[in-house]
């Protein structure tokens, strides 16, 4: 069973910039689609970017896209979200998740972390 451990949270000014990283083990790494998702205070879970097995191929969110960027590493079973000019809207707690497919619902999503919390000061 994969287990999934994000860590980067933290808190940051407006315009700043911070780095999340989702850690993956017990699976077959490369062979996952792997998601970001965000929760804000008082809002439902919604779609941030996700990736293809290879790391080649990435969507993402328009709130977003131009921000953040997801990459990965399936030599080191990490995956990344680079987050630059960060607005207090991306205020929320980050999830990443796994998938057989590329996918924008969460219901597509098999294994999910904890979390970690992002907080952006204006």
């Known amino acids: 069973q994969v287990q999934l451990v994000e860590s980067g949270g933290g808190l940051v000014q407006a315009g700043g910039s911070l780095r999340l990283s989702c850690a993956a083990s017990?699976?077959?790494?490369?062979?996952?689609?792997m998601g970001w998702f965000r929760q804000a205070p008082g809002k439902e879970r919604e779609f941030v970017g996700t990736?293809?097995?290879?790391?080649?191929?990435?969507y993402y969110a328009d709130s977003v896209k131009g921000r953040f960027t997801i990459s990965r590493d399936n030599a080191k079973n990490t995956m990344y979200l680079q987050m630059n000019s960060l607005i207090p809207e991306d205020t929320a707690v980050y999830f990443c998740?796994?998938?057989?497919?590329?996918?924008?619902?969460?219901?597509?999503?098999?294994?999910w972390g904890q979390g970690t919390q992002v907080l952006v000061s204006s």
């Open positions: 017990g699976g077959t790494f490369s062979s996952y689609a």
């Open positions: 990736i293809d097995g290879s790391g080649r191929n990435t």
């Open positions: 998740a796994t998938s057989r497919v590329v996918s924008v619902s969460d219901h597509g999503y098999d294994y």
